[in-house]
């Protein structure tokens, strides 16, 4: 293999070297603007008389190479725009640069104006989207201003194709086609954003503000000078660009969260201006989010008894969050000359969440269920024994804390990057240094605890099952049970460089090739310690011994019943001395934490050759071949629970995967669009997923394993499109894709395991290869304006999927996991020169998410429903007010065990409003 890349370098090199020695040529750089001075991506440039043409870039600007000296008729086009030409004369050895106007259009036989910012920023999304290479969903900045999202999760579940994975009712984790988080990939312009999750390569979505990008691109067929870890797909997160002269908006919010009753405030401010003749670019971006909030969850573990199926365990939560959300962005760019530009710019997103959560359990029923100890009241209803809970989650009542369990994550990075023209040959690179960090200090819980208490328990209606004291007032009586504090820090650093050449090879063909080189440093290290105080009357033996809080609402979301009853006050528990030595005996307890340190060494080497070839002047093909060499080294740990020794794993991967693409697209005509791809692409397993390490919870029977012979996930892909666009911004697309995965990761859990060093009747989880999977879908797409006012926006994505090769489940026909079958979107705006006003609707079906040992433990994401609706109104042309309401059906987060019916978490978020005012100010 190294032979055939020497050759091939040596080969290219020659190539390089007879081609720039040949005969210079003339260039034509130029920018396209909307009468406003407002750059337009997407807009396609075509040399009349050839097959010569360009696409814009985020900054409205395009290069064509190679052409020869003359005169040329230049014709731009943009939808919604219209056409424009230019006659421009090309000299050899030269730049001739050109700027075009472009002027809102008027569609004939319609009516139609494009006069408001939603179609402006329609028409941006579909012309990038109808004039990329490959298969692709844009968003711009001005749709996502239209949407009620605080976020990029939010934002993104409008996109064909797309569901979101929820936590405390904001959009998390991003399911593409179906395909699991783990199975995507999220950049940030083009370089892959570090995750700050401990165990995975999961990007929080919630993390990064909407107002803070420009454009969403999702790539469902990656190109091969596209990092390949994207089997269902790649989210490229494209920041604000300088904009071409003096440019201020913002935003001042405020608005209350329904179940908190408490206010919310937001704020974001853009400037940007060009400086020194043009040649100077700057853009400055900051946003702040103040969002106090909460939820209601109940959480139940079915249990298949020898007297029926009843509960194992139950819980009634109730959260309390604070969540901060601070991000700011700089972007610089100079042009020493047209043919040369330098640009730095970087991104940094803070956010910290202040929680405090009071958790009802009640355990232990299997025992009492399966020995007949119970007395059934009515049909589902019963009385019985069990060990109940009352736990209290702060921290240190600190500035920094606030009696809270702080979880303060941060994200950022820094480019430098620079893009080069030598005669033919056009150079772009970048070097980017990335870091994402979670720390939770001084993380406090408390718990009261006693067994053998008097329980009901209600599974007559397993939608709704309960398990709680039969008399709730015995809760003050409930014993002390521990005291702990953790501390725990994540981090996971990138270092990314990245060069990529074009060159022209003849009139209707571009060279590009290239190489990139990431390397990944992941470390976590926590640690957890118990207090045991040494006057334990003195402190407090019951929880009505100490200072506590009543957290029984009888408007709690998930119903009346649920009273989770009296909890340790948490300013208490924040303000206990646990370094006072004459007041608590401190405990390092090492099962804790010590199997869940690790630390990870990644490094990718990548190279890419590819040839993008207009064969008419309909059908253009890009073909190429991606390498890319993956080399892990981790280190973990492994604690003897019975000597109470801990010993280091070791261990490491080295694997090369070869991965060609093809690439058709055929221009029916100006506005219809058919698209192929062939492509291949892979998956790599989450860092902890390999570390050989053993975490067992003696309290609980559980035990997890991490697996060092876990392979990489591939996949083949083929993805068919068609699109229809129309003049008066709107597109009909339909598509089908299939996927073909080998080595799918899935996490499967066992009950009843026996393991040699820590027993019997565990409950077994780890991650595994399975066999192949299949996933074959369709989606389509419709965007129209269908009166003079009135537009809508729909799609629809189905996918099917099976699998093989599952541990112990080898003769049933499974789903990949997180393959949801329906997913559906639908708005209806209207608009006229004041008034803008959208309705939302977004729809995913149920789909398997993690597996069990069996079907009765399957853990399913059950289907979401919400309905969001914003309006606003111009009160000048640069400054408007707006409303927005987020969550109306209160669509709860909803997990299922085995059937649809058996609720195994369902938490709870209410609605938000939010009013405020906009403005755009530029000249």
């Not at 994975?165 to 991003?174: F, Y």
């Not at 979505?205 to 909407?210: C, F, K, N, Q, V």
């Not at 290239?514 to 390397?519: D, L």
């Not at 309401?885 to 195994?904: A, D, E, H, W």
């Amino acid at each position: 293999m190294l032979t055939i890349m020497k050759r091939s370098f040596l080969m290219i090199c020659a190539f390089l070297v007879a081609t720039l020695t040949g005969m210079a040529q003339g260039v034509l750089k130029g920018k396209v603007v909307d009468n406003q001075n407002l750059s337009l991506p997407g807009a396609s440039v075509l040399l009349k008389g050839t097959a010569k043409g360009a696409v814009t870039d985020q900054n409205g600007e395009f290069i064509l190479l190679n052409l020869e000296e003359g005169s040329y008729n230049v014709l731009v086009s943009y939808i919604g725009y219209g056409s424009k030409e230019k006659t421009v004369q090309i000299q050899n050895s030269k730049t001739t640069e050109v700027e075009f106007e472009m002027e809102e259009a008027a569609i004939e036989g319609t009516g139609i104006v494009i006069f408001g910012d939603r179609l402006k920023g329609q028409a941006k999304a579909l012309n990038q989207q109808k004039n990329n290479a490959n298969i692709t969903n844009v968003v711009s900045s001005d749709q996502i201003g239209r949407f009620p999202d605080a976020n990029v999760g939010d934002a993104l579940k409008r996109i064909p194709g797309i569901t979101m994975q929820n936590d405390q009712g904001e959009a998390r984790n991003i399911v593409i086609r179906g395909m699991a988080p783990q199975l995507n990939s999220v950049t940030l312009n083009g370089e892959r954003i570090p995750s700050a999750e401990g165990d995975n390569r999961n990007v929080q979505m919630d993390l990064i503000p909407s107002d803070m990008i420009q454009t969403i691109e999702v790539n469902k067929a990656v190109l091969p000078s596209m990092d390949a870890d994207a089997i269902g797909g790649s989210v490229n997160l494209v920041t604000r660009q300088a904009p071409n002269g003096l440019r201020i908006s913002g935003t001042a919010a405020s608005g209350v969260n329904m179940l908190s009753n408490k206010p919310i405030w937001t704020g974001a401010l853009v400037i940007g201006n060009r400086f020194l003749n043009d040649k100077l670019g700057v853009i400055l971006s900051g946003s702040y989010n103040n969002h106090n909030f909460g939820s209601d969850n109940i959480e139940a573990v079915w249990y298949n008894s020898d007297n029926g199926v009843v509960l194992e365990e139950f819980d009634i939560r109730e959260y309390r969050v604070q969540r901060v959300r601070r991000s700011a962005t700089l972007a610089l760019d100079y042009e020493f000359s047209a043919n040369h530009k330098l640009y730095v710019s970087g991104m940094y997103n803070h956010r910290d969440d202040w929680e405090n959560r009071f958790r009802m359990r009640v355990s232990q029923l299997d025992d009492s269920f399966d020995d007949g100890d119970f007395t059934q009241v009515s049909s589902g209803v019963y009385q019985t024994a069990g060990r109940v809970e009352f736990e209290t989650k702060g921290g240190l009542d600190s500035k920094r804390n606030k009696a809270a369990r702080l979880e303060d994550q941060r994200v950022y990075n820094l480019t430098l990057g620079g893009d080069h023209l030598f005669n033919k040959l056009k150079m772009d690179w970048s070097m980017t240094y990335a870091k994402a960090s979670e720390e939770r200090p001084h993380e406090r819980y408390t718990s009261y605890r006693s067994s053998g208490q008097n329980v009901t328990v209600d599974v007559s209606n397993p939608e709704k099952p309960l398990a709680i004291l039969t008399d709730i007032s015995d809760n003050m009586g409930i014993g002390f049970n521990g005291l702990s504090e953790q501390y725990g820090y994540t981090y996971d650093e990138d270092l990314n460089a990245k060069v990529d050449f074009k060159l022209p090879y003849s009139d209707k063909g571009i060279l590009q090739f290239g190489a990139r080189y990431r390397g990944k440093n992941k470390d976590r290290n926590n640690n957890y310690f118990e207090y045991e105080p040494l006057d334990e009357e003195a402190f407090g033996a019951t929880i009505g011994d100490v200072t506590n809080i009543n957290v029984s609402d009888r408007n709690f979301l998930a119903g009346s019943q649920y009273a989770a009853g009296t909890f340790v006050d948490p300013n208490f528990l924040g303000n206990l001395d646990f370094k006072n030595s004459s007041l608590f005996e401190e405990s390092d307890i090492l099962e804790e934490y010590v199997p869940g340190n690790f630390n990870a060494k990644e490094s990718i080497t990548g190279g890419y050759v590819m040839a993008d070839h207009q064969l008419s002047s309909k059908l253009a093909v890009i073909g190429g071949l991606r390498l890319e060499l993956t080399s892990i080294d981790y280190v973990g740990n492994i604690f003897d629970i019975d000597n109470e020794t801990v010993s280091r794993a070791e261990g490491s991967q080295n694997y090369t995967n070869v991965m060609p693409g093809l690439h058709f697209k055929y221009d029916a005509n100006s506005n219809t669009i058919l698209r192929f791809a062939w492509t291949n692409t892979i998956a790599r397993p989450n860092y902890y997923d390999l570390v050989p390490y053993a975490a067992f919870s003696p309290e609980d029977e559980e035990l997890e394993r991490g697996n060092p012979n876990l392979k990489p996930s591939t996949s083949m892909n083929f993805d068919l499109m068609a699109e229809r666009y129309y003049d008066n911004v709107g597109l009909f697309s339909g598509g089908l894709f299939y996927k073909d995965i080998d080595d799918f990761v899935y996490t499967i859990t066992s009950q009843g395991y026996t393991d040699p060093q820590f027993g019997s009747d565990l409950q077994y989880s780890r991650p595994d290869n399975g066999g192949t999977a299949s996933v074959f879908g369709f989606e389509t797409s419709f965007q129209r304006q269908l009166l003079k006012n009135f537009g809508v926006y729909l799609n629809y994505t189905y996918t099917q999927s099976s699998t093989t090769g599952i541990e112990g489940r080898e003769g049933e026909d499974l789903e990949l996991p997180g393959t949801a079958n329906h997913m559906f979107n639908a708005s209806l705006s209207y608009e006229n020169k004041k008034w803008v006003v959208r309705v939302s609707l977004n729809y995913a079906s149920d789909y398997l998410d993690e597996l069990g040992g069996e079907g009765f433990e399957d853990r399913y994401y059950d289907q979401q429903t919400f309905l969001d609706v914003n309006a606003s109104y111009a009160i000048t042309p640069k400054w408007r007010v707006f409303a927005e309401g987020n969550n109306l059906t209160n669509q709860p987060l909803r997990y299922y065990q085995g059937i649809q019916s058996r609720t195994m978490q369902a938490e709870y978020y209410n609605a938000r409003f939010n009013f405020g005012l906009k403005f755009d100010l530029f000249n």
